[in-house]
């Protein structure tokens, strides 16, 4: 098992910058599967970036240039920099890790932070 939280949301204007952070309760070395999702009021929860388990990183068209995701092992943590942001960013981010392989896989997800930018 492991524990997400998030932290790093808030209201941004928009072109500026937010980084969030997603600690995890325990190593996050060996998980390969993490990555941020995001939902917006009234739309269904879509990744934004993720690590998947094969080393590629899978990214929303729309954050592309923009976003970046990486990882600090020593610090079991993964990122979030959000660059240029967009009113469209606005959702609520969640972490998420995959444990386990197959149909015996398990998603984790944190509790989410709030992001807000306005235009």
């Known amino acids: 098992q492991v524990q997400l939280v998030e932290s790093g949301g808030g209201l941004v204007q928009a072109g500026g910058s937010l980084r969030l952070s997603c600690a995890a309760s325990?190593?996050?070395?060996?998980?390969?599967?993490m990555g941020w999702y995001r939902q917006a009021p009234g739309k269904q929860r879509e990744l934004v970036a993720g690590?998947?388990?094969?080393?590629?990183?899978n990214w929303a068209d729309s954050v592309k240039g923009r976003f970046t995701i990486f990882r600090d092992n020593a610090q079991n943590t993964l990122y979030l920099q959000m660059n240029s942001l967009k009113p469209e960013d606005t959702a609520v981010y969640y972490c998420?890790?995959?444990?386990?392989?197959?149909?015996?896989?398990?998603?984790?997800w944190g509790q989410g932070t709030q992001v807000a930018v306005s235009s």
């Open positions: 690590f998947t388990r094969g080393g590629s990183t």
């Open positions: 325990r190593s996050i070395y060996s998980i390969n599967a």
């Open positions: 998420n890790a995959v444990l386990g392989y197959g149909l015996g896989s398990v998603d984790y």
